[in-house]
């Protein structure tokens, strides 16, 4: 009878203990898929100096994208809510500040009275393979991108400069397998948010393997090509590639660039980058210093060196950036015309 007992009483504690197992994992499977809300974001500002031309004056400075204010100056403040559930989910992404201002500077309607609004969409994951994305999303275009917590460089680069920053619409993205993915777009006109105003449309289309990315933008008025990629050429050294062609239909201009993103890690904490950028646009396209040659066309050649160390959630960036030009597209410290501008920067970013 003894015997008996025990028996039982050891079916009985196992039963227990199978069920607590059972109730543990289901309660862990339940907590690994349920929806997760997520707040993140960065703050940043930085100095920037130039070296061979005056300081008192805004238009002094290399010709793209933000980080050109002189002296102490403001990044940007970037709030980012998301929902993220088991089919379905969304992004909103807020931006405050003059790095902000300059990213939805396109928005026709409510760029002028305090547009903040950077990305704002929703999405469907249709399968495992499958996500539908609609809504305002940053471009799929390009090396760089808005958030300088993305960005090696903190000052940007021709090519993004004049590509677009954002585009809205909808977007379908494709897991093909083995490292393959695709990406089909139909959109609004380049950089327009919050409205068509034209009843024109773009398609986007992206092919991407392991890290490398083609792609294509079309619209009615204008059509480019895009390469983004990078290699790990060893453990510590990466080498980030970006090259485009920009055409517009009627002579409105073109642009062609391409950039070397070098990047060694001398530590855990400290990274030393470089951006070698060559970039010519035609037809007096853009404002490289707003001054051109007989034909319309300019081109400049930019390296900018950056070191990248990191403090906890804290990056710091020193920078210095040599931009020259095929035109006296800038002046010297005796304000004549020139066609070089050196300049340097130091940046704090802090994530969260």
Known sequence: MKTIIN?????NLAFAALALISVSAFAQEEEETA??????????????????????????????SFANLPGFSLGMANLVAAYEGEK???VADLVFGPRGTDAVFASPMYSMTG????????????SDDVTLTFG?????????????????????????????????????????GNDWSAMLAV???????????????????????????????YSQSSFEIDFTG???VTEDFFLGINAAHFSADDNAGSFTGVALYPQLATSENFTLGLRGEYFMETDEFGAIGDVFDADGDASVFAITL??????????LKPEIRLDSASEDTFIDNDLAPTASLASVLFAAIYSF
């Open 306 to 315: 950056t070191g990248s160390a990191t403090i906890g959630d804290l990056i």
């Open 35 to 64: 929806p997760k809300f997520s707040f993140s974001g960065s703050v940043d500002a930085y100095y920037r100096a130039n070296l061979t031309a005056p300081n008192d004056e805004e238009a002094i400075a290399p010709g793209s």
């Open 187 to 217: 959109m609004n006109p380049t950089d327009l948010t919050e409205f068509n105003p034209t009843g024109d449309y773009a398609v986007g289309a992206q092919l991407g393997y392991s890290g490398q990315f083609l792609n294509f933008v």
């Open 230 to 232: 990078g290699f790990d």
């Open 88 to 90: 379905v989910g969304f």
């Open 115 to 126: 547009d903040i609004i950077n990305q704002l969409y929703v999405y469907w994951n249709v």
């Open 136 to 176: 305002n999303f940053n471009t799929f275009l390009g090396y760089e991108v808005i958030s300088p917590v993305a960005n090696f460089n903190y000052s940007t680069s021709y090519l993004f400069s004049y590509g677009p920053f954002s585009h809205t619409g909808l977007k379908a993205d494709f897991d093909l």
């Open 7 to 11: 028996t039982n009483f050891v079916k």
